[in-house]
C-alpha cells in the first residue's frame, strides 16, 4: 500500500497487464498447436472442445486482469501517481493520503477493507464515472475508454458466458455474437471459444481485417492499447 507523503507509482501496473496479455497470448498458441479433434494420436494432443476451453478461461483472466488494472491505476491516481513520462492527472479534489485512503474515498466507507472487498469495475460505463468524480474530465478515462465501451462491453459478455450459463448471459452472448459476425444466426452450440477463434471481419478496422487476426488477437492488442492511454 503506498504511504502518505510518498506517492504511488503507476508505471508497473501496466507493464504487468501487459505481460498477462503476453503470457496468455502464449498458453493460447500452445494450446491450440496440440488441439486435435482426434487425441488418440501418436503424438499427445488435447481434444479441441478441451482446448477451446482454456482460450475461454484465458480470455476470462485477461478481462479479470483488465478491470484490476483499471482499479488499481485509479486508486493510485487518487493519492497523487505520476507516470514516469511526466504525465499526472488533474484531481479535483486534494490528493488522498494513501492507497488506502482512496479506497475509503471511492467507496465512501472510511472503514472499507481492500485486502478483503473490491470496487468492481466490470462495466466500463461505471469506470468513466467513477474517473469523473475524482479526475478533471474523468481523464484519462473517459478519452480512452469511451470511444471503445461498446466492444469492452462485448467483451465482457463474453467473459460472462464463459463463467456463467444463465439465460440472460447466454442470450447476451449470442446477440453479441451475432453483431460480431455481421450474421442473423449462429449454429447450435457456439461457444465463447468459437468466436475468439473468429476472424476479425469487424469492429476492428481494416488492419485487423487485411492482417486476417481472430478476435482473441484483436481484444489482446485492444486491451494492450488501452492499457498504454491510461498510463502514458
Known amino acids: ?23 496468455t497470448r502464449s498458453l493460447v498458441a500452445k494450446i491450440k498447436s496440440v488441439a486435435a479433434i482426434n487425441p488418440n494420436s501418436s503424438t499427445p494432443r488435447i481434444h479441441v472442445r478441451h482446448a477451446q476451453r482454456v482460450v475461454e478461461l484465458a480470455f476470462m483472466g485477461v478481462v479479470a486482469s ?9 486508486v493510485r491516481y487518487l493519492a ?15 490528493a488522498t493520503s ?26 466500463p460505463n461505471d469506470v468513466i464515472n467513477a474517473a469523473k468524480l ?3 474530465h474523468g481523464q484519462p478515462f473517459q478519452n480512452v475508454i469511451h470511444p471503445k465501451i461498446e466492444t469492452l462491453k462485448n467483451a465482457v459478455r463474453i467473459r460472462n458466458r464463459t463463467a456463467h450459463s444463465s439465460s440472460k448471459c ?9 453483431k460480431m459476425l455481421g450474421q442473423d444466426k449462429l449454429r447450435q452450440s457456439y461457444r465463447p471459444a468459437d468466436l475468439l477463434e473468429a476472424k476479425a471481419e469487424r ?22 492499447d488501452l492499457a498504454k492511454g491510461i498510463v502514458p
Open 134 to 136: 475524482f479526475l478533471d
Open 80 to 94: 497523487g501517481a505520476k507516470t514516469d513520462s511526466g504525465y499526472q492527472p488533474t484531481l479535483r479534489m486534494g
Open 66 to 74: 483488465w478491470e484490476d488494472f483499471l482499479e488499481q491505476v485509479l
Open 203 to 224: 469492429g476492428f478496422g481494416n488492419s485487423a481485417k487485411d492482417r486476417g487476426i481472430t478476435y482473441f488477437e484483436a481484444l489482446m492488442e485492444m486491451y494492450e
Open 170 to 178: 447466454i442470450t447476451d452472448f449470442v446477440d453479441t455474437a451475432k
Open 1 to 23: 500500500m503506498g504511504k502518505a507523503g510518498r506517492p504511488p507509482k503507476v508505471d508497473h501496473l501496466r507493464e504487468s497487464f501487459i505481460k498477462d496479455i503476453a503470457s
Open 98 to 123: 494513501g492507497i488506502s485512503h482512496s479506497y475509503e474515498v471511492i467507496m465512501g466507507d472510511p472503514k472499507f477493507n481492500p485486502y478483503k472487498n473490491y470496487i468492481g469495475f466490470g462495466s
